[in-house]
Every structure is written in C-alpha cells, then in structure tokens.
C-alpha cells in the first residue's frame, strides 16, 4: 500500500516535471517566434539638439514644381522645447533623484529589476497592495518612452524585458541615462529635463539646485498630478520623498536634506508666456500629424517613436503651404464676427476651412477653428470633426455619376414631387418646402432640389453611387449608408470631415482627376537622405467632359441659385454648392475657381440648429476667397473639346420652340451644355399655344371679349397627385386652365 503511494508520488512528480518542461519549451517558443526582443538604436540617438525645419516653396509654377525651398523660422518644430543634454551638463544630483526614486539599482542591474518584477507580479495576480506597484527600470521606461508601447499584456512585458536586457549590452548606463533624461514626459507639454527645466525654473539645466532637482524628478509617476506648475502642493509633498530616498541611499549628506527640505522653489513667473509661445499654425499641426503617422506606417514603427523622430530627429519637411493664403484664411475666421451674423440666440458657430490646389492636390491652408489660435494639439476641425455634409454630397454621390454614366444631360426633365410616405409624413422635403413640378438637372442643382437628387439616385442606383464616393472621390462611408437618406442627401452615419470632402470636389474642378491630399512632398534627414516622399499618385475619376459640365452646373448655384448672394463671382468664375444637415446644425459651401478649391464649415462643437437666411459658410467663403482675388484679373474655367452649347426648354428639356417663349410665366429658355452628340435634337411638345381670359387667367370660351383675350403657351401634361399636395407648376397645365 505504502509501495503504491510512494509510486502515485513519484508519477505525480514526473507528470508535473514533464508539465514545467513543456511549459518552458512553449514559453521558449513563443518568446522566439513572436517576441520581439531588439530596439532601434536610432530611436535613442535622435537627440544632439537636432532641429526640425519646415519648409515652403515659392513657386513660379507650382503645377510644374517650378520653385524655390524657404524656411519657414517661426514653425521649427519644438526648438526651445526638445534641447537634448548631454548627461555631463546635467547636474549629479539631477540624475540621482530620478535614479533614487525610479530605480535604486539602476546601476546594478542588468536592465531589469529582478526583485522588483517579481514583486510587481505577484502583487498583480494575489493583489497584497493596493498601490501601483511597478516593476520597470529606468533602461525599460526608456523603451516604453521610445517605443510609445504601454499596453497592459503579458507580450509587451516580455517584449520590454527582452529589450532592456539587449539594450544595456549595446549601450552603458551613463547613455542609457542620458537617453532617458531627455526624452522622459513632465507635463506642459515637455519632453526632457532641460525643456522642463527652462520651463518651470526658468533655467538652464546645469543650474538647478538640488529641491529643483527632485521637484521634476517628482513628476515622473503622474505629470498631471505632480504638475509643479498646477499642482505646486503635490510636486513639494513629492519632492520631500524624493530628498528621503536620496539620502537613505547615501546620495546626499544630513546637511543636503536639511538645507533642500527648507528651500522655496519658486516657479518661473514668465511661465504663461513660455507656455504660449511656439504656437504653431494649423496647417503645421496637420502636417506634424500626416509626417509622424506616415513614418509610422513606412518604417514599421509606434506612433510615440515616429513623433520623437519628428520633432528632435533633424528632419527636413518640404510642406505644400502657401504663407500668404494661410495668413488670409486664419485672419479671416479670427475676424469670423465681421463676416457672419449671429445665430438667434445671440451665439456664433464654430467654422472651419481648407483650401486646395487642384492641379497638385496640395494643400494650400488649413484652419480649424474661429479666434486665434491660442495652443497647440487642439481640435482641428477641419480634419477631426466629422459631420453630416448635406446637400455637398450631391454632385458627388448623384449628379457628377449620373452624367458620367450618360443617364442624365444638362437639360434632363424631373417632376418635383414627393416620392413616398415615410412615417406618414411626405419625403424627401425641400428646402424650403416647396415642391416646384417639372424641372431640367439644372435647375435642381442650382436650388438643391431633394426629390430630384432621389430621383436621379433611384436611376443610377445605390451601389454605383456608393462606389463613386468610396472609389472614385476618396470619401469614407459606412454600410449603412447604401440607402438614399445618406447618399442623395448627405446624412451619412458617421459624417465626414471638412478636408476629405474638399478634396473630393477636386476633380470637378481640374478635368476629371483625384489624388490623396499632401500637406508635404518630401522629408530628408539632416543628411539630405529622403525619409519620406508623397508621389503624385492622379488617377482618372471623371472625364474631362463630365467635369465641365458639372462645373458648368454648379457655376448656376452661384449665379441664380442657393449661393448668388456670393460676390466673388464679379472678380472670377466661381462654382460651387451650399450644404445643409436636416437639423440645420451643419452648414457647409464648397466652392472652386480656375485655380483653387476651398470649403468651408460652420457649426457648433456641440450641435445645435443655426438659423440663418444666409448660409453663413459662403459668407466666409467669400471673405477668404474674396482676398485672395482682390488682384486678380477674371478667369473663365476651361472649356475642352466636344463641348457644345444649346438652347433647351425649362419644362420639356427639348429644342425651344415659339411657344416655349410665350409661356404665361416668360420666356421657358434656358442655354445648357452638353457632350457633343447628346444636347436635344427634338422640339419641345408640352408647349400648346392657347387663348385665355386676362379677367380670372382660365381658357377662353365664345363668351370672352375680345378686348380680355391673350394668346399664351401653357403645358400640356397630366400628373396624378397621390399624396394631395400642392406643385407649383400645376397653375401652368393646360387641364388646370379649362373653365368648367
């Protein structure tokens, strides 16, 4: 008996021996094949007081790259804010109060604190201490630093172990220092000692007294908490841990302690300012954000590490901004309040604007908020807000398709009436709520006609409409938007920013050709190797013929339609289409001239309906474009070939004959303009040629005087009125004229 225990023991034994070895094989295993256990060294030496510099280019030619590279001073990128030290500058006692309170063995260990990580963990799984508990060395803060990888799993761990361990045989402990006092985050945006050092002292690093050198040490656990500068209380508390640390390690003397512990710190008086200053423009902060998350994407590597290459690597970034179109749109929606009125309550919207070269696809300025800008890394809303674009959608997703799949021409009849009953209310609504009748594409582009945009959707139908926006403009759509409230009227589930949609309006205004947006052409090291390039990559998505026509279209908004009210159609040609959310919490205008396509925004961070007669977005169109064209002589757009003009009737789309000039309501003529082969060859038929009675406007019977008699056209044509509304047209049909 006692013989068959002992052997259940000695299996047991044996099963768990066999269990632990197959766990280390799978352990080994699984650290070799998904572990990755080495760090760029590059990440680390990107420092030496390297300045990125933006650059702009004066152009002679900017469609032919016809130019010359200017710095632009005022945006080097974090100059006063990323000064890398070397750790000789950096005082002793600087170094050991981070060593003291981060890392006490930091000069022992091999990367990793043994004890500590094992501590970490088992208070991780059996919960022995409620507080933070962490088991990082400074050598593996520095690679979560470098890295930007902070995630909460056993990988990253692993990953962080290996990597530190690797890390301190390729590098010794005073580079390993060095590398993490420079690039450690201390609140108020400050990366490194000396930037917070300048910041908060309003000093060199070099100078710092021993209090001053705990204070930033402190801050380290939690910036925001131990923020000397908002939380002043918190850093001191934290600071006197920091001096206890030190001299229980013996890295300072009784005298040292005593003489810190009753030392003042006293926080730079000038720090708002400091604070304040190396504000960067909006277009800059857009294009920090496009090189950092295209380093990214090439190179393989976390955000975090993309933007410490950024901002301290010494790059050399070739933007597409013009200076002078940028000054022009920011003081324009700084002064927004010359410009718009305000909205019922009292209040004014937010806006937003951008501007783009459409033969290049660069873009030209951005703007992403009203005021002056007073901060960086703050909401953009030309790029971050996403909101329903209403009635822009329309030449995209319905119109410009339509035309390019020869289902529609200039001239193409619809009969604006309601379509269904939708929760027993009549849809689509107009705006405003009328339903005109019998109208050419024309007209219904000009007045933003709803009925007719579903009309023209149902034709060319959902999925052909969805992939124009998806395939064709660039524009990003849910599946829930293949149906027509989205499409045809612009309520799409997750809305769209202001940038993406101005640059889908591109190819309407250069020929018929779409390219992603650049906000830069190309980054260098600082030895001129190329890090980054932004290839022309146009691709054909409408035909020279379609663009024009649509421009042509879009040209009548401007002229006699929801957007005639813009001036700067006296100084160049200008085309372009007024939006609308169906709650009125979204207005928008985008429009384009010869040489530039701009859109603007205006609406309230938080949502709320805006009432206005006019849409406040052409307002500031018109203000940003009316500047820039202040010099400028008159341009027409580019006519190109197999483009015909031709007279057609309004109500009909036909050939005018005598009686579409006689119309009881004037002359039914209107000029279009077609791809040659598809203008109207047939004579208007709705045309009939009656006889009324000027006293009540009814047909004349043998009982009329001669003297009330007048010879007028009106339409001859029946509609069935299902859904008992009125259409405005409807005064004008010959059967509505019969006396009875």
């Known amino acids: 008996m006692k013989l068959t225990k002992k052997r259940l023991f000695v299996k047991m034994l044996w099963i768990l021996l066999i269990i632990l070895v197959l766990s280390i094989i799978s352990l080994g295993l699984y650290i070799h094949f998904n572990i990755d256990k080495k760090i760029d060294l590059s990440l680390i030496r990107t420092g030496s007081s390297s300045v990125t510099k933006i650059f702009y280019f004066d152009y002679e030619d900017r469609k032919n790259r016809v130019g010359e590279a200017v710095e632009l001073k005022d945006e080097a990128l974090f100059l006063e804010k990323s000064e890398w030290k070397s750790i000789y500058e950096m005082p002793k006692n600087l170094q050991n109060a981070f060593v003291a309170i981060e890392d006490k063995r930091f000069y022992d260990h091999k990367g990793v ?45 692993l990953e962080e172990i290996f990597r530190a361990l690797n890390l301190e045989k390729d590098l010794s ?116 954000s496009d090189v950092i998350r295209d380093i ?54 937010n806006a937003s604007c951008v501007i783009i070269d459409p033969y290049t696809s660069d873009v030209l300025a ?12 703050i909401f953009n809303r030309a790029i971050q807000a996403k909101r329903p674009p209403g009635s822009i959608i329309k030449p995209l997703s319905v119109y410009a398709p339509a035309l390019e799949e020869n289902l529609i021409t200039f001239s193409t009849i619809y009969d604006d009436t309601p379509i269904k009953l939708l929760k ?29 945009a579903v009309k023209v959707l149902e034709k060319l139908g959902i999925d052909r409409s969805y992939d124009y926006l998806i395939n064709k403009f660039k524009l990003n759509l849910d599946n829930k938007d293949k149906s027509p409230s989205p499409l045809a009227l612009g309520q799409l589930t997750n809305g769209e920013n202001l940038l993406n949609i101005t640059n889908a309006y591109v190819p309407l205004a250069n020929g018929g050709y779409i390219s992603n947006y650049k906000t830069y052409l190309y980054v260098t090291d600082n030895f001129g190797n190329v890090v980054l390039e932004n290839k022309d990559d146009c691709e054909r998505t409408l035909s020279e013929q379609t663009s024009y ?63 206005y007669s006019k849409n406040p977005s052409c307002l500031l169109f018109d203000g940003v474009m009316g500047r820039i064209y202040a010099s400028k002589g008159f341009e027409e757009f580019y006519a190109p070939e197999n483009i015909v003009e031709c007279e057609f009737c309004l109500d009909s789309g ?48 043998a009982l009329t005087p001669s003297y009330r008699r007048r010879t007028v056209s009106l339409i001859d044509y029946s509609r069935t009125d299902e859904f008992d509304v009125d259409i405005l047209d409807s005064e004008y049909f010959i059967e509505n004229r019969i006396r009875k």
């Open 173 to 288: 402990k005073n580079e390993i220092l060095e590398s993490y006092l420079n690039v450690v985050y201390l609140s108020e945006n400050c990366y490194g000692v000396s930037t917070a050092s300048e910041l908060y002292f309003g000093k060199s690093v070099e100078d710092l007294s021993l209090k001053e050198c705990a204070s930033l040490a402190s801050i380290v656990q939690n910036p925001t908490k131990f923020d000397p500068y908002t939380n002043y209380e918190n850093n001191i508390k934290r600071s006197k841990i920091v001096l206890s640390q030190m001299l229980n390690q013996g890295m300072i003397s009784n005298e040292e302690y005593d003489d810190a512990i009753s030392e003042e710190v006293v926080i730079n008086s000038n720090i708002e300012n400091e604070k304040s200053t190396g504000i960067y423009s909006w277009f800059t902060e857009a294009l920090i």
């Open 366 to 377: 951005i703007v992403g908020g009203v005021d002056k800008k007073e901060g960086n890394r």
């Open 113 to 157: 604190d043994w004890l500590r990580t094992i501590k970490a963990v088992g208070n991780y799984i059996f919960k022995f201490d409620k507080r933070s508990f962490g088991g990082s060395t400074i050598t593996q803060q520095l690679i979560k630093n470098l890295t930007g990888d902070n995630k909460a799993s056993p990988k990253r761990k």
């Open 654 to 701: 036909k050939l005018p004959c005598e009686e579409c000039k006689i119309d009881l309501r004037g002359a039914r003529i209107e000029t279009g303009y077609f791809i040659k082969g598809t203008e109207p060859t047939e004579y208007c038929d709705l045309h009939k040629r009656v006889v009324i009675d000027t006293n009540d406007g009814l047909i004349a019977d």
């Open 424 to 452: 027993n209310e009549i849809w689509p609504k107009n705006s405003p709520n009328k339903y005109r009748g019998l109208m050419p594409i024309s007209y219904a582009v000009e007045h933003s006609t709803n009925t007719v």
């Open 296 to 349: 990214s994407i090439k190179y393989d590597i976390p955000e975090k590490s993309a933007k410490m290459m950024v901002l301290k690597g010494g790059l050399n970034i070739y933007s597409t901004v013009d200076p002078s179109l940028q000054d022009n749109a920011s003081e324009v929606l700084e002064n927004y309040k010359k410009y718009i009125l305000p909205n019922d309550d009292g209040s004014y919207p």
């Open 549 to 611: 026509i649509m421009t042509k279209l879009l040209e009548g908004t401007v002229q006699k339609g929801t957007a005639k009210y813009l001036k700067l159609k006296d100084k160049t040609s200008v085309a372009g289409k007024t939006g609308t959310s169906s709650d009125l919490k979204d207005r928008w205008f985008i429009g384009y001239t010869p040489n530039y396509v701009c859109g603007v925004w205006c609406g309230y961070d938080t949502p709320k309906p805006m009432y």
